[in-house]
């Protein structure tokens, strides 16, 4: 573990994992600390991991004041790393709620970025977001596997207003490819890595200004890479589709039989898509003019 300080005074962690290259990636939930992250598949193995722990979460220090976890008023603390590193640009890899927090660091901080890759990511920031509709055709993927009609259920009270840790955590198979040993431990996880009160407050009001971020990231001259799996509700790759439009070089990669969480699925095709962009990426970079 290595600490900064972001412009506040909060000390905040990262976790390095691997050789090359640096690529800040930044965990989703949202407010969750960056540990579920793994090592994204064996990507580690190609790039030097740098696993921010968002404030207040993980091995980072909770803030003096709670507003400051609002999502962008933590594009800050994404440029403090930037700068603690040493980088005149960096690519960056959002997972997930995260993606909303990398979007609006980028459109702020446009010439500071060489790449966004955005693994099923959240895009609130562009005024897209997953609804009831988007579950409910991905949980319809998965009708035949045995735990399907208890966690349907546990679904369909959710939709009714239920807030119960017990039908949050049966609806956990829907957010997996497969619901074997390695996903159930993964999701067993969360609630111990995720800070709620944060999460409560990371979407809060005032914090996505949709159309001037989509006509920022419109004028933005970076690769984008979305990667979005097939039986992933949020995004649906259908949706996942209609983002990409939102930038000049962005290309989608659906990962087949893949979840929310793509990289322990086949952590093999994660890490090689992954590795290719950003391959090309610092082609694209290197290219003179």
Request: proline residues 7%; negative net charge; charged residues 25%.
């Amino acid at each position: 573990m290595q600490t900064f300080d972001a412009p506040d005074g909060t000390r905040l962690a990262y976790h390095v994992r691997g050789g090359g290259e640096p690529l800040i990636c930044l965990p989703g939930g949202p407010m969750r600390a960056s540990a579920y992250l793994g090592d994204l598949g064996g990507l580690a193995e190609h790039r030097r991991l740098i696993l921010l722990d968002l404030r207040g979460t993980g091995d980072s220090a909770l803030p003096a004041d709670p507003a400051t976890y609002r999502c962008d008023r933590q594009i800050a603390d994404v440029e403090a790393l930037r700068e603690h590193l040493g980088l005149a640009r960096c690519d960056i890899l959002a997972h997930s709620a995260a993606g909303d927090l990398a979007l609006l660091h980028a459109a702020r901080h446009p010439h500071r970025v060489n790449s966004l890759t955005l693994v099923t990511a959240r895009a609130r920031a562009l005024g897209v977001d997953f609804t009831e509709e988007h579950r409910r055709e991905a949980a319809a993927l998965r009708a035949g596997e045995p735990w399907f009609a208890s966690a349907y259920s546990a679904y369909e009270r959710i939709w009714s207003g239920s807030d119960a840790d017990a039908d949050w955590d049966a609806v956990a198979p829907f957010f997996y490819g497969r619901w074997d040993a390695t996903a159930r431990a993964h999701a067993a996880a969360d609630l111990d890595q995720t800070n709620l009160e944060a999460a409560d407050l990371y979407p809060s009001p005032g914090a996505f200004d949709p159309a001037r971020t989509r006509a920022a990231l419109a004028e933005l001259d970076l690769p984008v890479l979305l990667l979005a799996g097939e039986r992933d509700s949020g995004p649906r790759p259908r949706v996942a589709a209609d983002v990409v439009k939102y930038f000049r070089h962005a290309r989608l990669h659906v990962q087949p039989d893949a979840g929310h969480f793509p990289w322990l699925d086949d952590p093999a095709a994660f890490s090689e898509t992954v590795t290719a962009f950003l391959r090309g990426a610092a082609c694209r970079a290197s290219e003179p003019g």
